[in-house]
């Protein structure tokens, strides 16, 4: 059976379709991976199409490839889990946790190990579906089931949505520390819920970016209403001895309802005081009274020129180049 595994977005290797190749060819199925969403002149028939997306914004990708591929079997987070179909877990096996199988040569360039200690989390947060999807958090895996082992670098780029919700975390983070491991935790740590042996615990190990090449922490502010509780957070972490400059924060724009371009600015002032880096995340593209500047355009100016040029927002045109 030929198998076209789908990757609509996002930047990292998709551990869904990692499992879905291991599990195929287990099979002795032939599978390969693209993120062509149409089929080209000389691309063999697959029997099985899948796809898997990450983000909501992403809806008109998904659209093309179900155009292109009418009985694809299309899931993740970017998709709602009410029309979103079979999932690929549930292709595997009813209790997809327990498959941890990936097949890291659809991603040859990728020299990390990437993968979950643990699942769910402790909070319910109204724009996400982790506690939906997952529920309580679970310890998972410890690192020596993440990392390929021998021959391959000790990078680990861990995707756990609460890293401190396991109840095993402290062995996790030994774990770290023993082997001497650089992390990644992309998905961010909950800075809400932080507290000083956590702290200490991440101030411990060598957290990395995502390219592994410099010190930096990931966490989220999500709504204004969590500013003093953020903030405590973030005088924990410093107080541990990680500073503001090691921090990006995801910013979530566009869910609250009571959101304003001054609201949003404030947010974003409040974390470049601290040097924290702010990474807007745009739930829904709108705009708002005073200023016909999209949030789309607000993120692309945060990620973008800010970084480079410096513009105040009050300057930015959004038509104009990055430097």
């Known amino acids: 059976m030929n198998v076209r595994l789908t990757q609509i977005d996002g930047k990292l290797p998709n551990i869904a379709l990692m499992k879905l190749a291991h599990w195929h060819r287990s099979r002795g199925d032939t599978v390969f991976l693209t993120r062509d969403l149409e089929p080209d002149l000389f691309e063999e028939k697959s029997d099985v199409v899948y ?32 029309t979103g179909g079979i999932t690929v877990e549930q292709t595997i096996r009813s209790n997809s946790w327990n498959y941890e199988n990936y097949d890291y040569s659809i991603y040859p360039e990728f020299d990390a190990s990437i993968g979950f200690t643990q699942r769910g989390c402790r909070l319910k947060c109204k724009f996400c579906g982790v506690h939906t999807k997952e529920g309580k958090p679970i310890s998972l895996n410890n690192i020596s089931n993440v990392w390929r082992g021998e021959g391959h670098p000790k990078k680990l780029h861990l995707l756990d949505n609460d890293f401190f919700g396991q109840p095993d975390w402290r062995q996790v983070i030994a774990q770290i520390r023993l082997g001497g491991f650089k992390v990644c935790m992309s998905q961010g740590v909950n800075t809400r819920l932080i507290n000083v042996e956590g702290a200490e615990a991440l101030a411990g190990i060598e957290y990395r970016n995502t390219d592994f090449d410099k010190r930096q922490l990931y966490t989220a502010w999500d709504n204004i209403g969590d500013e003093a509780i ?10 541990a001895g990680i500073p503001g400059k090691h921090i990006m924060a995801y910013m979530l724009v566009g869910f609250d309802p009571k959101e304003t371009w001054d609201r949003i600015l404030h947010r974003y002032q409040r974390m470049r005081e601290r040097q924290i880096m702010p990474y807007p ?13 999209t949030l789309k355009h607000f993120q692309r100016w945060a990620i973008r020129l800010a970084r480079s040029g410096n513009i105040a927002w009050r300057d930015y045109n959004p038509h104009m180049r990055a430097a």
């Open 51 to 82: 796809g898997s997306t990450i983000f909501t914004a992403s809806a008109k990708r998904t659209e093309r490839l179900r155009r292109a591929f009418p009985d694809a079997i299309i899931s993740g987070t970017g998709i709602n889990p009410k």
């Open 230 to 239: 953020f903030f405590r957070g973030i005088d924990i972490l410093e107080n």
């Open 281 to 293: 995340m745009v739930f829904e593209d709108k705009t708002y009274p005073g200023d016909w500047r």
